[in-house]
């Protein structure tokens, strides 16, 4: 049967569910795994590293990681995310990775009907999220074990694609193959909804009339369910619309007691702001230059240069990518070459020698700087396939596709481009949140952004701060790598699971009392 007709949400009627997960990426898959009764205990044979750990563990051996207290668990742990729960299940499923020992996880999993908790996951396209929509011929920053969620290994899923023993990362489409792959082998296809855009998400009162009447029928169904009130306002309306075969749009209405924003931070590139940059050469993301290089062969063959403004891992894969095709490539950036804080320096040689490429023409390959502004003097030469711009930023760009450029020196430089990759970042896009969602980050008064401002959470629940109900996982908390953001997943489903279990034994003793 075609995904599009398993995963059709229904025309005729407005659902509520306890939980609905927007974004299907690997935070959103994580989610579902565990909320669909796949539940990790200690396995009995296994020894964790670190032994203050593993004396925690064995205490509650008996008990599910997901019903103890993670608090407790989290405490002196150490690791590469700014979330505790993020370094436990890291922890757990890759023991000393951070040490380079590929070590099994100390997890058992167990498929428990009693603990599954029925939920939607929202979705633009395929599962996956954004990995569908990366260059596919690049490698991941991280090594491909380090990609896989819990109970598949990557490995299985890419037989004979392993590189060496030294460089087992991976290529975007294996990524997003395995992504696709790994929901169809966990057999997590019903939660999973396709092709959904979401456009508003607000919370639900029940005041009076129609709506309060239309509310008492929706507490029948979580009181059937055993959820807790998820917000103080009551349930949560998403609305949206999902698109079917033909361009057609269905539109949708669901009401949840819980929402969990898995949307990662891709959706919308960050801009420079200044004049031009909507022009028809001008453009965001990576894959832009992929198809530009693929589908017109006068770009390889054009005598003007391709300008990628930006110094960080896509700018740098934009560079590869021109420089692979024969493409001379113009490189600027605010920066110095030798700046502590480039993320070059944060990686290894010998994993990422192309990164060094980059990183090595970046210093090597500076065009001249004039002493002065002097318009009369005569321009330096360009190096033939690659120019590195350090401290320069773009003024504007031109309709005749001439870029304008500074020095820290003051000195105006024009270049003619063929094509311009503006590649400095990218935000979520949370238009369906009231304020764009800026009310949830730690400063309330700036948008939301993955490493400045990420949404404000309970460390250990992953539940919004500033909205009872309302989750956050992945890149939103500031967890980029999803070697990390299956924490998320973790501190959701136990927060979830406990006020399942707290409400059913409420509602036992009150039917023992009466």
Request: with cysteine.
């Amino acid at each position: 049967m075609p995904l599009l007709e398993e995963s059709s949400l229904p025309r005729d009627c407005t659902r509520t569910v306890p939980v609905v997960i927007i974004g299907n990426g690997p935070s959103g898959i994580c989610l579902s795994y565990l909320l669909s009764g796949y539940t990790p205990y200690l396995d009995p044979m296994a020894v964790h590293p670190n032994p203050i750990l593993f004396r925690k563990l064995q205490e509650a051996k008996q008990l599910p990681i997901t019903e103890q207290d993670l608090e407790f668990l989290c405490e002196g742990l150490e690791g590469r995310s700014g979330n505790p729960v993020a370094v436990l299940f890291d922890t757990l499923l890759h023991p000393n990775a951070d040490l380079g020992f590929e070590f099994p996880s100390v997890l058992q999993w167990r498929l428990e009907k009693k603990h599954h908790i029925p939920h939607l996951v929202l979705g633009k396209a395929t599962p996956g999220g954004a990995w569908h929509a990366m260059e596919g011929s690049m490698l991941t920053i991280s090594l491909g074990i380090w990609m896989e969620l819990p109970g598949v290994n990557y490995r299985d899923l890419t037989p004979g694609k392993r590189r060496s023993v030294s460089n087992d990362r991976a290529t975007p489409d294996e990524i997003s193959s395995y992504y696709k792959n790994y929901v169809k082998l966990m057999g997590l296809q019903k939660n999973f909804v396709d092709n959904t855009y979401v456009t508003s998400k607000s919370s639900r009162s029940g005041d009076t009339g129609e709506e309060d009447e239309d509310n008492r029928g929706k507490e029948g169904v979580r009181e059937s369910i055993g959820f807790s009130q998820g917000n103080s306002q009551g349930l949560w309306e998403v609305r949206g619309y999902q698109q079917l075969q033909g361009d057609t749009h269905v539109p949708f209405s669901l009401f949840a007691e819980n929402v969990v924003l898995a949307t990662g931070a891709a959706d919308s590139p960050a801009r420079l702001g200044v004049e031009g940059e909507d022009l028809p050469y001008v453009f965001h993301s990576v894959r832009d230059l992929g198809v530009a290089v693929s589908c017109h062969s006068n770009l390889s063959s054009s005598p003007d240069p391709v300008l990628v403004v930006g110094a960080g891992l896509s700018a740098a894969d934009a560079v590869l990518c021109a420089l692979n095709h024969r493409v001379s490539v113009l490189h600027a950036f605010r920066k110095r070459a030798d700046d502590p804080g480039l993320i070059f320096k944060q990686l290894p040689k010998t994993l990422y020698p192309e990164y060094h490429r980059v990183y090595h023409m970046m210093c090597s390959q500076v065009y001249p700087a004039s002493p002065v502004a002097n318009p009369t003097a005569p321009s330096p030469s360009l190096f033939p396939d690659y120019t590195s711009f350090p401290e320069h930023c773009v003024l504007s760009f031109q309709p005749d596709m001439h870029c304008v450029m500074r020095g820290s020196n003051g000195v105006l430089r024009v270049f003619k481009v063929s094509m311009v990759l503006v590649l400095i970042g990218t935000y979520p896009n949370l238009f369906f949140l009231k304020e764009q969602g800026q009310y949830l980050g730690l400063d309330p008064s700036k948008p939301i952004s993955c490493r400045q401002n990420p949404v404000d959470i309970n460390p250990y629940t992953f539940e919004c701060n500033a909205d009872p109900g309302l989750f956050a996982m992945g890149p939103l908390v500031g967890d980029n790598f999803v070697r990390f953001l299956k924490g998320g997943a973790l501190g959701i489903a136990s927060c979830l699971r406990k006020r399942l279990k707290h409400r059913i034994e409420k509602n036992r003793k009150l039917i023992t009392c009466c």
